[in-house]
């Protein structure tokens, strides 16, 4: 139900898999042994699996130099919950892509909730509305590029 993390960025600023092996575990729970790598994504350290992800994300986040994502030190905030995206496969060039566009409704509280998927099979959002939920459940500062990709605006995060 939840993310899967074991992702790159590729040229064209989507989200892709890094080699294709997926724990079972990822259909219930989040990754927290993330670690960044040189480029400045998200890869996983080896796969261990931390239960209480199931119910969490990911809170203390901060903004590299280079643009990504990084993890400070594991504080997990307690009031997310409940809901990502379901219905996620992988698709046979590593990237993410939903399964006959189904999209959990609960979706639209506390992640992004105008996603499409894109004729590459890769996420974009749709017109530029974000949740105001969002403020309170993920990043707040996130906007589109030109390209569709996410790119955190300046380095302001809110604090949960």
Known sequence: MYLIAKSAQTPNSTFKLLPLHIDRCLTSYFLNNVALTPYGVFKLMPLHIDRCLTNYFLNNVALTPDGAFKLLPLHIDRCLTNYFLNNVTLTSD???????LHIDRCLTNYFLNNVALTLDGAFKLLP?????????YFLNNVALTLDGAFKLLPLHIRKM
């Open 94 to 100: 590593g990237v993410f892509k939903l399964l006959s």
């Open 128 to 136: 530029l509305h974000i949740d105001r939920c969002l403020t309170n």
